[in-house]
């Protein structure tokens, strides 16, 4: 198997978005970070640590429908014991976005009591709200809110400007457009924000990417591939031959008789981002 690509990906617009985060980190109490849940270490963008350093941090696990539950109870876990407060959604059904607002005044309860104490019991908590592209941010403000407040779209970079949008229950959120960092210093954090949709397939060699796939399932959920795909035990197998005999079983052929591999590298990478190939999670397990 060739080495795996480099990806980097730093347009305009995420300059643009890394100065808005900086310049109204003060005017916020807490920051709420969403994170994919299939990759809940890839899609933390490293840099907002240090932008918004010192702020109370609740983190939302996006997609758990289509997550690993074992391994979303994990990291959870994990974040909890880092200094951070943890929250399971699913945007699509709701699931978990009911307890945000309840969330966030626990998380500040503190800054709560003080603004009683000086008769200010009425002032609202601001919450800045950060997500690496397509991680679904602009889809959970929209569930808190109760209302389409925020523009979503399955494309990175769509939110723009700034949006400060009431969540109810003395909570007000502040949107900012998806925030990705200037290079992937670990080659499998880039791959997993391009299996996942975070970067554009554009950028990418796309029967690469689709081999790279078919490697990370054959380790970690092996029976997704034999059982989306009806193909024999992957063990031992390239990811190019693994996609060679998932494009076979599905009859992907070009003038000539050849393996249309490109279109079944597509199709694997759908299949991946709309829960057909089971809930899966492409992160190990926290702190290995």
């Not at 994919?36 to 918004?52: C, H």
């Not at 429908?65 to 200094?83: I, V």
């Not at 000086?118 to 690496?132: C, D, E, H, Y």
């Not at 029976?223 to 599905?250: H, N, S, V």
Request: hydrophobic content about 40%.
């Amino acid at each position: 198997m060739e080495e795996a690509m480099t990806i980097q990906w730093f347009p305009g617009h995420m300059a643009r978005a890394r100065r808005m985060v900086s310049d109204n980190v003060k005017l916020v109490d807490a920051v709420c970070e969403v994170v994919d849940a299939r990759v809940p270490r890839s899609s933390r963008n490293p840099e907002i640590d240090e932008l918004t350093a010192g702020k109370p941090r609740l983190i939302i696990l996006n997609r758990v429908d289509q997550a690993d539950p074992a391994m979303t109870k994990l990291w959870s876990r994990y974040f909890r014991e880092n200094g951070a407060e943890a929250l399971e959604t699913d945007c699509r059904s709701g699931r978990g976005v009911g307890a945000f607002t309840g969330t966030i005044r626990n998380l500040l309860k503190d800054k709560l009591t003080s603004y009683a104490a000086r008769g200010q019991a009425g002032k609202p908590l601001r919450v800045m709200v950060l997500g690496i592209p397509n991680v679904g941010k602009s889809s959970f403000i929209n569930r808190v809110a109760g209302r389409k407040a925020a523009q979503a779209s399955d494309r990175p970079g769509v939110t723009r400007g700034k949006q400060w949008i009431s969540a109810g229950n003395g909570v007000e959120l502040l949107d900012t457009p998806g925030l990705l960092w200037p290079q992937f210093e670990d080659k499998a954090v880039g791959e997993n924000l391009a299996f996942t949709g975070a970067v554009r397939d554009e950028i990418l060699d796309t029967e690469t990417l689709g081999a790279r796939l078919c490697e990370r399932l054959r380790d970690l959920y092996p029976g997704a591939l034999t059982a989306r795909f009806d193909i024999e035990e992957p063990a031992g197998r390239t990811g190019f031959e693994l996609l060679e005999m998932c494009a076979r079983r599905r009859g992907f052929l070009v003038s000539g008789g050849e393996l249309d591999l490109e279109r079944m590298a597509k199709i694997l990478l759908d299949e991946l981002r709309g829960g057909k190939l089971g809930r899966i999670t492409l992160d190990g397990a926290p702190g290995v």
